[in-house]
Each structure stands twice: as structure tokens, then as C-alpha cells.
């Protein structure tokens, strides 16, 4: 008798989050996750100050939206009960 194939290729041993979490009885304190990343790596002041700047631009669409959006509801305010 041949061997069936399972229909479901579902992969079951890939996880997303660390399953290794204190109360449940599969917890073992000594166990390190095998990907996760125990040394801090140094970043130089350019590297940092990109980064900042990358952010900085990256929200400047919206603070700038927020801003105009203000700007207009607070003309229609002043419109509406300055007359």
C-alpha cells in the first residue's frame, strides 16, 4: 500500500511570535529564542541622524494635513460665530 500525501501543505513549524512564555508548562527558562538579537548594535551619529530625518519626513505629510485641516475648521468657526 502506497503512502498518502497529505492533502494540507500547511507548514506547522513556523512561528511568528516566541511561544516560549512563562506560566504556560511548555516554559523553559534557559531556552533563547534562536533569531532574536541579544547585543545592541552601535549606530554612528550620520546613521542616527538619517534615521531621525527619515522619520521627520515620513510624518511631515500629515502634521502638515493636520495643520491646514485646523487652520480651515477654525476659519469656519470664526465665520460661523463672528457673524
Request: glycine residues 6%.
Amino acid at each position: 500500500m502506497a503512502k498518502r500525501k497529505p492533502e494540507d501543505d500547511l507548514d506547522t513549524e513556523t512561528t511568528f511570535a516566541n511561544m516560549n512564555v512563562e506560566g504556560f508548562r511548555w516554559y523553559d527558562p534557559h531556552k533563547k529564542p534562536k533569531n532574536e538579537k541579544t547585543k545592541k548594535q552601535k549606530v554612528s551619529k550620520k546613521e542616527y541622524r538619517a534615521m531621525v530625518k527619515g522619520a521627520f519626513l515620513a510624518m511631515f505629510p500629515f502634521i502638515v494635513g493636520a495643520v491646514i485641516i485646523m487652520g480651515i475648521l477654525f476659519l469656519l468657526c470664526w465665520v460661523w460665530l463672528g457673524s
